[in-house]
């Protein structure tokens, strides 16, 4: 047999690395031996006939080779090769505890109509297909990365043989295209596009349980007429989407309707004509907390709220909502909302499920999309997430989202964006940037992941470090002002993540670094272990003073507001900036405005014009305040060099 490969520039016959025999396979002698990762792949190729390169390149796709135990991604699979197990899923079993309730900590049960709709997508059940072809017990499939992958790879031989078997490697695109579980071809044959191009580049890690796999680069394109034969739905569709064409993603509008007798009763979004009118800035990163059919559900529903992009975990999978120039409704801070992009991805927060390879590649591809049209920085200033949006006023602080939560692999995702965060001194500095190794970040203790104070698993990967009141890992976390220093997984108030940046007053110890953290004092364990030297800029009060810290940028003056327009409150936060402590100045560019649109269809009322940019004159600096970013008037603060 023979598969493509790159020589000259044209496309070439190899061999391929592994054959199916006509013998019966032997899954007992698959379990049997090494356990090393690399060596368990290549038996599973023997066993099954897949071609170890196809098999290495489908679990890099879905894991990046990652054994989690028992712990299921955000879509119920499980293992290296993450085989989905929807009835624990739908049961809701351990494959997805009831999340906490996303903003306030309280509990959100998930529904029977929730549960339903987790498997109604026409996701394959592969982990109880494994079973049934090679007798290996559901729990270990589960539990065990040797019995994962030897499940995996029957389950990818079965597809291929039901494919009338392969003759190239390129033919395997039939049975990986199957494995994602899509009911479409567009989204089946991205996603084997996805692994023959990790294929053609080749990959080498260390996975999170300190195996070293390595995949040689072979050079081998995916085969649309492979996929083909599946006989899937025709993924055509006339609607227009603001996407790469590579990613496949499908249109499904979020409504804009009129919901009730007046032109103030609609939804789920607003009209806009950004960034013509009104900047776009702002990328936000937002987790479902509820599966991904629930959510494009929710999305179509003009009573509630709505977003421009849903991506779906198993595959990567995405759906369309809101053109970029119009406005959603979800991050609850209007400032933001009218100078930003949401991107739901599938998953919860709380429970320490992981993100597959799928899903993070297709929303980095997407973003990285959207960030070069729209002119918004690859930085974590400005691709955020949700749990970063401040409230608007003092009011709203307490109640605002957490998500995507801990378990989001910040540092992976900037990779993906080509955008990695890494020091960047050029010169004498106090600014640091946050930067833990996700997968050694074991070590924070947190409570109510399954239930109210029961400790979090303690082998999950995290993308935080803690801040303490002092010096010591006996003393309290320091408390925010408003949610306080508790270990509650929801808890962002004494958290520093991934990529964000922080001022440093303090080094005279070793193990312990001293902070400016939402205007306290603070300390970080360990700091060279993960914090990264840093240029840029700080804010300092003026002389004397002290600094009012907000949530907006907002015109302040009434004369900035047209006739007839309320001019907008404008609530300094609970948070100030005591004088003589600096922080890290994050844009100095903030557009100063205000998107006024209060009727259905931008109605005028009484002459008052409506889907309006309402700019003013007082200059605005975001900053890196605490977890969250953080608003200046520039007439408070001194920026000098860091």
Known sequence: MAAGALLGGLLVAVPITAVASAAEPDWKACLVGSTDRQT??????????????????????????????????????????????????????????????????????????????????????????????????????????????????????DYQEAAGGAATLADWSAAVGRYSGAADEGTALKFARQVFATLSSGESRTTNDGHRVTLAAKPVAASEEAVGRLGLADPSTEEAVECPAVLGCESLPAPYEQTGDTIGDYGNHDLGNRPVEGSIDYIVIHDTETSYDGTVRLVQDPNYLGWHYTLRSVDGHIAHHIPGKDVGWHAGNWYVNSHSIGLEHEGYAANGAWYTEAMYQTSATLVGYLAMKYGVPLDRAHIIGHDQVQGVAPANVAGMHWDPGPYWDWNHYFDLLGAPIKADRRSRSEIWTVAPDFDANTGNVMTGCTGAGVPCPSDRGTNFVNVYSAPSADAPLLADTVVGGSARVSNWGPRLAAGQKVVVNDRTRDDWWGVWFGGKQGWIQNPDGVLLPSDGQVVTPKPGTTAKVYGTAYPTEPSDYPAGVTPRKIAPLQYTIPAGQTYVLADAEIPTDYYKANNFNCATVDGVPDCIVISGGTTYYQIWFNHRIAYVMADDVTVTDG
């Open 40 to 157: 368990v792949f290549e038996r599973a190729a023997e066993t099954s006939g897949v071609p170890a390169d196809v098999l290495l390149a489908v679990s890099h796709m879905e894991s990046r080779w990652d054994a989690h135990g028992a712990a299921p991604s955000t879509s119920g699979g499980y293992g290296p090769m993450h085989l989905t197990d929807l009835p624990a899923l739908a049961t809701d079993t351990e494959a997805h505890p009831d999340p906490l309730g996303k903003g306030d900590g309280s509990h959100q049960s998930r529904t029977a109509h929730q549960r339903e709709e987790a498997i109604r997508l026409g996701e394959v059940e592969t982990l109880r297909t494994a079973n049934d072809i090679t007798g290996i017990p559901v729990s270990d499939l589960r539990e065990d990365a040797v019995a994962n992958i030897c499940g995996g790879a029957a389950v990818l031989a």
